[in-house]
Nanobody
Framework: QVQLVESGGGLVQAGGSLRLSCIAS????????WGWYRQTPGKQRELVAR???????NYADSVKGRFTISRDAAKNTAYLQMNSLKPEDTAAYYC??????????WGQGTQVTVSS
């Protein structure tokens, strides 16, 4: 199994930046992809950004050019650098991993609030 812990959320003004971190523990070997998702009350959780073990990335259209996903294999950590934040980026952000044997794992989430 994989355990995930997110950090880095908080309150920021519009136009500001935050960097989210997700540290994985447990069965690290075998993670095929890392992803960041977000969710607001009453809405479905949506994919924000994803990076595969090969380094391939994809982003939601709403964050392209503003957010960057990366990972540090040596630290078992994935990051989401968020720049030019907008009030509509306000959400709970969740880290996700896809493991070749254990499937999908989720972190507990970290809140990001962007004030106008």
């Amino acid at each position: 199994q994989v355990q995930l812990v997110e950090s880095g959320g908080g309150l920021v003004q519009a136009g500001g930046s935050l960097r989210l971190s997700c540290i994985a523990s447990g069965s690290i070997f075998g993670i095929n992809a890392w992803g960041w998702y977000r969710q607001t009350p009453g809405k479905q959780r949506e994919l924000v950004a994803r990076i595969t073990s090969a380094g391939s990335t994809n982003y939601a259209d709403s964050v392209k050019g503003r957010f960057t996903i990366s990972r540090d294999a040596a630290k078992n950590t994935a990051y989401l650098q968020m720049n030019s934040l907008k009030p509509e980026d306000t959400a709970a952000y969740y880290c996700n991993t896809l493991h070749r044997s254990f499937g999908s794992s989720w972190g507990q989430g970290t809140q990001v609030t962007v004030s106008s």
